[in-house]
């Protein structure tokens, strides 16, 4: 395998991040752009590390994410960027909010599960947005008479909220300061739910 230097291993490192459509994992980067070379994980993680440092106090920040590392603008200037963007951000709704918390909290968890924690039918509409956004998917059957599906969330809906792992995911306090701010927009009484304190989803 041929040699590479440091300053070379961080400028491909950093130029694979920035092309890749997806979060870039390193074993990822292992197989792919650097497979000709001689790269020890203790060297690809302290090239990580100084890009990061790198990047830490500009408008541009590498994040270490469920699947892997992706550059993303830093936080506090979204609301100046969102202007270069004439659609509207997608709201979703305390139902939605709701369910996916539920899952996430509680998961693996059945529809029933869900239901009997919100008090009302999950739409059929809210899990399949769901899963077509890949925040959800199924990992099994409960052995239970019916055997319904049990529900998990996925590496890109930690991706989407810039999570690492689900031990980063909101405290009680955030998390229903987010149901408190987001107004209910189902039209559908089975949906009008009374609101949902975090304390039920543990």
Known sequence: MKK?????LKQLVEAAIFVAEEPLSK????ATVLSDFKVSSQ???????????DYASRGIQLHQLASGYSF???DALSPFLSRLWQETAPRYSRAMLETLALIAYRQPITRGEIEDVRGVAVSSNIIRTLTEREWVHVIGHKEVPGRPAL???TNKFLDYFGLKSLSELPTEEAFNELLVETPETETSEAEA????NLEQLH
């Open 4 to 8: 590479i230097n440091d300053v070379q």
């Open 27 to 30: 074993d990822r980067m292992q």
């Open 43 to 53: 060297q690809l993680n302290k090239i990580l590390v100084e890009i990061q440092e």
């Open 72 to 74: 993303r603008s830093n």
């Open 151 to 153: 529900y998990a969330t």
């Open 193 to 196: 739910s009374p609101p949902t």
